[in-house]
């Protein structure tokens, strides 16, 4: 460890002194949440400038050798970082009201958000699996405490217990398959694995590994087998964390599914493409017809968020250039699509939980018509229709799938995407359509700037892709150069 | 048989025997009595593997400071009125089926062959980094690092690891153990109603009155 | 005894069996402090593989990853056990079918 390293480490560094100075401030006197509120996003502002500038400072460096084996601060992960912050930061302002409102304090909760934020960080630049898998650690543990920050309600309380028992077996589970894949490979960093394997044969223990670990990663992503805690867990949590664990965490089990899957088993695709392609069928199948019928909106939506883990697997399973970017593009987008839903839904907030029935949308477009028609976008964004970003994900996912020769994946996804539609549309109709009974919305300007930058991120990434494609590909290249992205995908 | 091979038998029947007792137990106390004697077991067969530093802190973690924390919740929370209650979730039959399969293929997939080469050169586990001084040539009068092997090393060696190569991991469950305490607390603390909290001084003082009168009365 | 340890098999069978029985604990309980001891089986299960792997390649890794899973562990009881003492408090019980308010 060498000076040089810290710099590497710097934004981390910031983040968590500046959380755990979050947890010493009200003894200074500031107890009310909305100095909390700014010092949190002032928090965010300085991490976010220290990791810009040390993604321009660290080309040049060199990283102690030890060091190395642990932590990359690369373009991919810096991707994912940037990120997170804004996930994080939007989740600071969705959640202003409803700190304000309940008696629950202000402080550690953003000061757990924080460390859930640093967790998902080290996920991000975790080259080795102890690493990855103390980071994951952190982030779920500060997720289990945030679910039940809303502690008196049982709702919630109920919700934090399962996601706390469910997360903790899935975790055995992939720790389980860890240490497979250490017995076979001899060690827990992924370079290192992929070069063990590039002299293994196919066996079965490593194959029962692998399969191990990715079950471990399908729980914390929510794809289909493993997906039963997340309608309960979505529904119980208060819902500005159910909409961070809707988009910050899922993205961060992506950016290490990604990380694990491309850069250390490549060479042992052929094995693992044909159960990860079915657990991806599975989750589009059963996210996409069980929400249908829902009629709590949290609900609905934690149902097609199973569903559109469903799509993100099938880059994984393409394990192309092109499913590797279309798995940034399709987190990016998405995180702003369902996070400009999430405000709205905290705009019909009556009581602390908010929004809860497709009913209590009826006749949206007659009481505030800006807010009905970006909720109108933001559903076709999840949908997948052109005009919107969501089509630019989808249209990449798609097609690495067909080029992978995963065809009958890709159909299926289609179909699914025309399922999903109807669901979608439901919300549409009781927008416009239906007469609404209930009084005005109430929306604070925080929620209102939340929504206005979503949407207008939704329908900007959506007419002009280029840029995010390029930065998204620059990403990228630097993960498929190391890992060395075989086309043996191509059959 | 070597006795070692002897040990590992006698040893390994205790742990899956209470680990088994562990899950039947009615009384919860029981259970966490027999998950001690669980752990106690795997501790030996830590130290059977030259893991002696880690089979020092499954003891002194678990054995100490987790059992603790179970009983001090399990006589938190008044469990005297459990026992009359079924004990079996509803999902049982599944619960067995799938245990049964997972340990299935956790037997079948241990074979011979498939794990990666065997060293036959344990000195790693118990060799550190020594600082020397060094007398060469090359550059003369500098400190180098050098690796060497000593035998009952093992606890160095493993802390060597954790503060040089493995120092961000280390870090993080640091954060790992802040965040785990903040969650306990934050979680655990019990909240003073409205009315509470603003009576809280005179509420206090009623408690403390309860109490003497119970006080009072007991000794009476 | 370091020279005659029993081989990896062995310790992979008993890690394999003790990880089934953590499984079966967690599923069928309904005792809620029963199945977080179901959950410290598993782990411990892992721990053992970590260890016998560890000591048959040579590599400290396995130990130092070791460390942490047991501070994992350690963490996970701490805020476990204290969601479940806050939903005693609000319902009285401990038993984890009885949590209903979310139809799942």
Known sequence: MSLNDLIFLLPEIILATGASLLLIAPVTGLRDSISAKWAMIALLIITAGSLLACSWA????????????????????????????????????????????????????????????????????????????????????????????????????????????????????????????????????????????????????????????ACGLCFKIAAAPFHVWTPDVYEGAPTPITAFLSTGSKAAAFAIFVRIFYVALPGFHLDWSMVLATVAALSMIVGNLAAITQESVKRLLAYSSIAHAGYVLMGIVAMNVMGLRGVLVYSFVYVFANLGIWSIVLMMKRHEYAGEKVSDFEGLHSRSPFWAFSMFVFLLSLGGIPPTAGFIGKYFLFYAAVQAGFGWLAIIAVLMSAVSMFYYLRIVVAMYLRDGKEADVTASGALKFVAAVCVVATIVFGVVPNDLIDQVSSSAKGLHNKGAVTRNATR | ????????????????????????????????????????????????????????VQVLVYAGGIMVLFLFVVMLINVRHLPDEKVLSNFWKGGFA??????????????????????????RLTSVKERIWTESHKNPGTYTYRRVHRTNANSEAVGMALYTDYLVPFEVASLFLLVAMIGAIVIGKRELSATEEETAQQFILERVETEKEVKEAMSA | MLETAPSTDAYLMLSGTLFAVGLIGVVIRR???????????MLNAVNINLVAFSHRLGSLEGQVFTIFVITVAAGEAAVGLAIIIQLYRLKS???VDEARMLNG
């Open chain 1, 58 to 213: 660290v080309p040049g460096m060199e990283q102690t050798a030890g060091f190395a084996r642990m932590f990359a601060l690369d373009a991919f992960s810096i991707f994912f970082k940037l990120l997170f912050l804004f996930v994080v930061a939007i989740v600071v302002l969705l959640s202003d009201d409803f700190l304000r409102e309940s008696r629950y304090s202000t402080w550690e909760y953003y000061s757990l958000l924080g460390f859930a934020l640093c967790g998902m960080m080290f996920m991000a630049s975790g080259v080795h699996l102890a690493t990855i898998y103390i980071g994951l650690e952190l982030l779920s543990l500060s997720s289990y405490i945030l679910a039940g920050y809303y502690k008196n309600e049982q709702k919630s309380t109920e919700a934090a217990m399962k996601y706390f028992v469910l997360g903790a077996v899935s975790s055995a589970i992939l720790l389980y398959g860890i240490s497979l894949i250490y017995g076979v490979c001899g060690t827990l960093n992924l370079l290192d694995i992929a070069r063990a394997l590039s002299t293994v044969v196919s066996n079965d223990a490593l194959m029962f590994g692998v399969i191990l670990l």
């Open chain 2, 1 to 56: 048989m070597t006795p070692a091979f002897a040990v590992f038998l006698i040893v390994g029947t205790i742990a899956v025997a209470s680990s088994i007792l562990v899950i039947s137990m009615r009384n919860p106390v029981h259970s966490a009595l027999f998950l001690l004697l669980t752990f106690l077991c795997v501790a030996v067969l830590f130290v059977m593997k030259g893991a002696e530093f880690v089979g020092a």
């Open chain 2, 98 to 123: 799938v245990g049964l399969g997972v340990f299935i293929l956790f037997v079948a997939v241990v074979r011979p062959g498939v794990y990666h080469d065997e060293q036959l050169d344990k000195s």
């Open chain 3, 31 to 41: 005792n809620m402090i029963t199945v977080l001891m179901a959950i410290e089986l």
């Open chain 3, 93 to 95: 019980t401990i038993n």
